[in-house]
């Protein structure tokens, strides 16, 4: 096998575009994963991999995460602020919160909340059940708990619970009646939470989630709205609780332009309110900084043309120009992003299971009669007489006598044997279509039917639902790549199919800086183990992931990373098994095994089953229980 230098491989997967500094390839043509971005030392994937399997038994797929690449992210985030705050002499400060929604995992929120705690970062929350658990957690004293979403009284109960114990607490008003709930409540108590109002902006984002935002958006007051909850407040005396001002106009921002324009909106909106005579301290400029997942650095769906310095940078200018324009204190610039923080830190490793082959390229020659139906013969035709300056005609032509071959077996002209000599000149034709348009590569690209009908397809060991759901429901795109054999050649170009009974359940597009691919190159499968990563799926996946097929949640291992590339594994927490993901459907333990042993008695009944039989078979159904959900 000829070696082929790592940078021909960085080039073909991509990594330098999207992998933002954390990862690489080494020497030995293995994937690896850095602590820091563009740090010094990295650990080999390949070699954490192994080690899972063999030293912590732990089988395939599994979900890697690297929490230092959150504390790292979360340090970018910060320094980028302090650094925009500094340039333009910003006189209000930056604070964090990290929106719950975007990777609920508890030991995500923790690392954000260990990395976060330096730099007084907090959290949001858009349900009560991320409110229970803020609650639960501890925040620096000075950080925010931020309250989104639509709520009813126990939701705003509960954050006057969080502000009698301490919290930070903001309610950010949504709608109306959430502000008629405050009041009832606030009359009761002695102490209530800070407000806030989310207003709804003209301005869109951009992007997939561009809806967020805009007139027409599901959140947010209307400029009539907002002034009603002002003039409520005074009538109640309470105007002096309104400290925070909220917009978000959606998730993976592709544009840069958009976040200016929404910000520069919003900071409108402040001046103006503050002129009013309303106490504004806070602007919160919500979430949505892109991740590049395609590297291509664009306004593409899957990429964003700016950096997290380029998004401080005009995110403080805005605000500081509008501020001195209107001649209005500069206020606490408060940030809610969240997909950018966690999106690099975990990864899926999945193992090429088996082949599903198409191209029946071991069948010899087949002998064609001449009494063969008419299309089998003609089959045999273009097959023998396909040169270099007629192959594109002749592939076709094949197209075409495929098709009549299908539809006269279905009206029942010819038989299976026909059918099957047909199909496998059929293979014999496009092969040699194949070795021509590798010579003419423009055909190759402009054919993308043929590019699909020869790419192989391997099956591998996960279901997008579970793992990438973006990828299924959005036709979001995700860096995927063999975390080995990087210096051999990838000759292969395949999709990949997943072991769930859905023709959904496929990946076909990919990340590529110019254009998506339909394929990914990859190695030949031998039947040894090969693994591909499915990298960047940190942020929203785990939490949207569902349990089509009743395929469960990975096997995973929190990985940390030495100073000398060396790794040592944190925390294994083992994926579903059967009962567990069966627990899910209401398939509890006692109705398992109660209704296993029903259906035996019967057996022995019908005298299909030995009663001596009956202890040894239960003892099995109940040890099936324990199995991974995935092909073991
Ligand atoms: C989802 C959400 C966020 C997080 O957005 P990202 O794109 O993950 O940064 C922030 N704020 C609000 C109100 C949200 O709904």
């Given amino acids: 096998m000829s070696k082929i230098s790592t940078e021909q491989t960085i080039q073909t997967y991509g990594i330098e575009n999207w992998g933002a500094g954390y990862f690489g390839i080494n020497k030995l043509g293995h994937l690896t994963v850095r602590p820091t971005k563009n740090g010094a030392h990295a650990a080999d994937v390949k070699a954490i991999v192994d080690h899972l399997i063999s030293r912590c038994r732990l089988k395939p797929p599994l979900l890697l995460r690297f929490p230092q690449i959150i504390a790292s992210q979360i340090r970018e985030l910060h320094q980028s602020f302090a650094q925009a705050i500094r340039e333009f002499d910003y006189r209000?400060?930056?604070?964090?919160?990290?929106?719950?929604?975007?990777n609920p995992r508890r030991d995500v929120v923790e690392a954000f909340l260990q990395e976060g705690s330096k730099y007084n970062y907090g959290l949001e929350v858009g349900t009560k059940a991320e409110l229970y658990a803020a609650l639960a957690l501890e925040q620096p004293p000075e950080s925010l708990l931020v309250c989104n979403g639509f709520k009813d009284d126990a939701f705003i109960e509960m954050a006057f619970l969080a502000s009698w114990i301490g919290k930070?607490?903001?309610v950010v008003i949504e709608k109306l009646n959430e502000l008629a709930s405050f009041l009832h409540l606030a009359a009761q108590s002695a102490r209530w939470p800070r407000l806030g109002v989310r207003v709804k902006l003209y301005s869109r984002g951009s992007g997939r989630w561009e809806k967020s935002g805009g007139e027409t958006a599901k959140f947010g007051l209307t400029t009539t709205e907002t002034l009603e909850v002002i003039k409520q407040l005074r009538e109640h005396r309470l105007l002096d609780t309104l400290k925070m001002l909220h917009c978000h106009i959606g998730s993976q921002i592709t544009d840069?332009?958009?976040?200016?324009?929404?910000?520069?909106?919003?900071?409108?909106?402040?001046a103006k309110m503050r002129k009013m005579g309303v106490d504004i301290q806070y602007l919160n400029v919500g979430g949505g900084i892109g991740v590049d997942y395609d590297g291509s650095h664009s306004s593409f769906e899957s990429s964003a043309n700016y950096t997290m310095q380029e998004f401080a940078n005009d995110v403080v200018y805005t605000i500081s120009s509008i501020c001195a324009d209107e001649n209005v204190p500069e206020p606490i610039i408060v940030t809610e992003s969240g997909r950018i923080l966690t999106a690099y830190h975990a990864m899926v490793i999945v193992n090429v299971q088996d082949e599903i082959e198409t191209v029946i390229d071991e069948i010899a020659p087949t002998d064609v009669d001449e009494d063969d139906p008419q299309v089998v013969l003609e089959l045999r035709d273009l097959r023998d007489h396909i040169t270099s300056k007629n192959y594109r005609e002749y592939y076709h032509d094949a197209l075409e006598h495929k098709d009549e071959l299908v539809t006269l077996f279905n009206l029942g002209y010819i038989d299976l044997e026909d059918r099957a000599k047909g199909e496998v000149l059929f293979w014999q034709i496009l092969d040699r279509v194949e070795h021509f348009a590798r010579q003419s590569k423009a055909f190759r690209e402009e054919s993308e039917e043929l590019q699909k009908l020869l790419a192989a397809k391997y099956l591998c060991n996960f279901s997008v639902f579970r793992t990438v759901p973006d990828a299924w429901a959005l036709d979001h795109l995700?860096?995927?790549?063999?975390?080995?054999?990087?210096?051999?050649?990838p000759t292969e170009a395949a999709t990949l199919v997943d072991l769930t009974c859905d023709s959904d359940g496929i990946i076909d597009k990919f990340v590529d800086v110019k254009d998506v691919k339909e394929v990914l190159e990859v190695h030949p499968f031998t039947h040894e183990p090969y693994y591909l990563a499915i990298l960047l799926v940190g942020a929203y996946q785990e939490a949207m992931g569902n349990f089509h097929n009743l395929l469960g949640t990975l096997n995973?291992?929190?990985?940390?990373?030495?100073?000398?590339?060396?790794?040592h594994v944190q925390k294994i927490i083992p994926g579903q098994h059967l009962d567990e993901v069966l627990a899910l459907a209401r398939y509890?333990?006692?109705?398992?095994?109660e209704g296993f042993r029903r259906n035996l008695v019967q057996a022995i009944k019908r005298g299909q089953v030995a009663d001596q039989e009956e202890a040894d078979l239960h003892e099995r159904y109940r040890a099936y229980a324990q199995k991974y959900t995935y092909l073991e």
């Fill in 92 to 102: 209000g400060a930056h604070l964090a919160v990290y929106p719950m929604k975007v």
């Fill in 256 to 270: 840069i332009r958009r976040i200016k324009n929404a910000v520069r909106e919003a900071a409108r909106v402040y």
């Fill in 588 to 593: 509890d333990r006692a109705f398992l095994h």
């Fill in 168 to 170: 930070q607490t903001f």
């Fill in 556 to 567: 995973e291992a929190h990985i940390l990373i030495d100073e000398d590339g060396g790794f």
């Fill in 478 to 489: 995700f860096p995927i790549m063999p975390i080995h054999k990087l210096n051999e050649p």
